[in-house]
């Protein structure tokens, strides 16, 4: 019951969040990245797979953007947020309002999934990757592209941003726990790639028009000291009046055994 009680708490919090982001959340130039789609499109050939699931899939960004490589695959986005899976609906993506962690799918019917940007907000990773793995076929493909931090040290900084910011934010999991929770989840994977982008402190908290004046004082005092002291490969600098720093994504192909 407390565990319930608990979830049911942080699914209220992102939804409120998401809702209320919806109509500026492809502003974030992450969001369009030509090198992470690029990814994402070479990860699944054009005749590939019939059925894909967005799951978490927000305002359907990454599946609008796929769609023209993948002309035979049918998108499904599946998100908390109703207003990100209006976004969606609107460019003719269907659209479930579900938990990825227990997906109105029957098994094994699935051809890939993709999974951006979702997993630091899951109260419980390994349920929504076994539900991922329930869903897929044998030999289908799970897509977790995920920003993530560069060592344990840069994971232990990118938690101190979010104690103070987006609270909800369950976790930031390194690439070696990444994989960790694919595997045993009877996942293996196939290849890993990953690029940098580069973010706007203005920019990224800019568009979060909810937060705070004191919380993006915070921030920014965060990111000032760390444009002296973090170390690299991270790369933080202070550019004008602005700071911009490096973004490590990670795009994990796996299939399910
Ligand atoms: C940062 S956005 C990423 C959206 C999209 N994947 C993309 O890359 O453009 C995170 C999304 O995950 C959704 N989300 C978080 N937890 C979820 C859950 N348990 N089930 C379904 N959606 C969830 C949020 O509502 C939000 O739309």
């Not at 800019?206 to 004082?217: H, L």
Request: proline share 5%.
């Amino acid at each position: 019951m407390a565990n319930y009680l608990a979830k049911r708490k942080a699914y209220a919090s992102i939804t409120e969040y998401f809702d209320g982001r919806a109509a500026k959340f492809e502003e974030g130039a992450w969001t369009k990245n030509p090198q992470i789609i690029g990814m994402f499109e070479a990860s699944l050939p054009p005749s590939g797979p019939c059925y894909v699931i967005d799951a978490g899939g927000g305002t359907g960004i990454l599946a609008k953007a796929m769609q023209p490589n993948l002309p035979c695959a049918t998108f499904i986005n599946v998100d908390l947020s109703y207003q990100m899976s209006l976004i969606a609906k609107q460019k003719n993506i269907s659209s479930v309002l579900a938990d990825i962690s227990n997906l109105p799918i029957a098994s094994g019917r699935i051809d890939a999934i993709l999974l951006r940007q979702v997993i630091h907000y899951l109260p419980a990773p390994n349920l929504a990757v076994n539900e991922c793995h329930r869903v897929l076929r044998t030999g289908g493909k799970l897509l977790l592209g995920q920003f993530v931090p560069f060592d344990e040290p840069d994971q232990e900084w990118m938690r101190s941003i979010s104690r103070i910011w987006q609270s909800f934010v369950v976790d930031f999991l390194t690439a070696t726990e990444l994989k960790r929770l694919l595997i045993s989840n009877n996942f293996s994977i196939e290849r890993v790639q990953e690029c940098i982008a580069v973010e706007s402190v203005a920019k990224w908290i800019g568009r979060d028009k909810s937060i705070s004046e004191d919380t993006s004082k915070q921030i920014w005092s965060i990111f000032t000291l760390a444009a002296t002291r973090h170390p690299d490969p991270r790369t933080i600098h202070v550019e004008g009046n602005d700071i911009l720093f490096n973004n490590r994504f990670l795009l994990i192909e796996a299939i399910a055994r």
